[in-house]
């Protein structure tokens, strides 16, 4: 069985690191470079960097933006944003991304050309869903608005564009927290024969763990679970445990220690603590 991959996704707006809720509400947070190194430090197996801004504003990606983020990263960087050609998308791997991502508003025609140029291995479609009337529809986020066409009509046209992996995001569970949308995933997972990345909801370890155990899914990404917290990343794949499906290189460890409900390590009791205190032993004299 192939090892499961963590991916911290970097949501960038206006050149600041941001949350999201929903596709509505944003939060900002800090710098993409910083956020891009500590993902990288705390073991994630890949990093997910999405420019909302640069498309709904008709730009190009920040370039700068990409070589800074990518001289900080020890792992595989994804990027998102304004990707429109293929010159683009040679800017943005000679800037230091491996993989260009794209949504649906991208021609089939890109897709085909961006895989034949550097492989599908290097190409990934992001769908993002809405569920409306109990049917999951297909999003765009700068209208606001669904498409008609069918998810699973979609996804089995798109499959023959040549991309290698498929981000799947629910507009619904977005920053939420409560956990990945399983039922979507599950069903585009079972019948995609690509890779799923799924991303959005994810607010504990637990979640993490129905996401490999209930779905087919190849990757889990989050962003707002593993901000705010030190090593959070590493935390997470520390509680998943020694399962093979996650792929954990990290030495660290953490016996001594319990976590509350959103997988912070809580304080050290003080009895542990006066144990750890330095003490100075007097030198014996005869």
Known sequence: MLSKRIIGAVLVKDD???????????????KPAITVEYFSRWGADEILLIDISRTKRGLEPNYELIENCSTYSTVPIAYGG????????????LS??????????????LFKDIS????????VLSIDVHKTENIYKLFNYLSGSCSEQTLE??????????IGEILLQSVDFDGVGSGFDLELISSVSSKSIVPVIALGGAGKSEHFRELFNETLAEAGAAANYFHFTEHSIT?????????????????LSYPSHTFDDFDRIKKIGDELLDQMYYQKIIEERI
Do not use: C, H
């Open 96 to 109: 230091g991304a491996d993989k260009v991502v794209m949504n649906s508003r991208a021609s089939a025609s």
């Open 16 to 30: 600041s690191v941001i949350q999201s809720l929903q596709f509505k509400n944003y939060l900002p947070v800090g």
């Open 116 to 123: 034949e140029q550097y492989g599908s291995q290097s190409v």
């Open 153 to 162: 009509d979609y996804i089995e046209v798109a499959s023959s564009w040549g």
């Open 235 to 251: 935390v997470l794949k520390y509680l998943l445990g020694t399962d093979q499906y996650i792929r954990n290189d990290t030495t």
């Open 82 to 93: 304004g990707v429109s050609s293929l010159d683009i998308a040679r800017r943005v791997f």
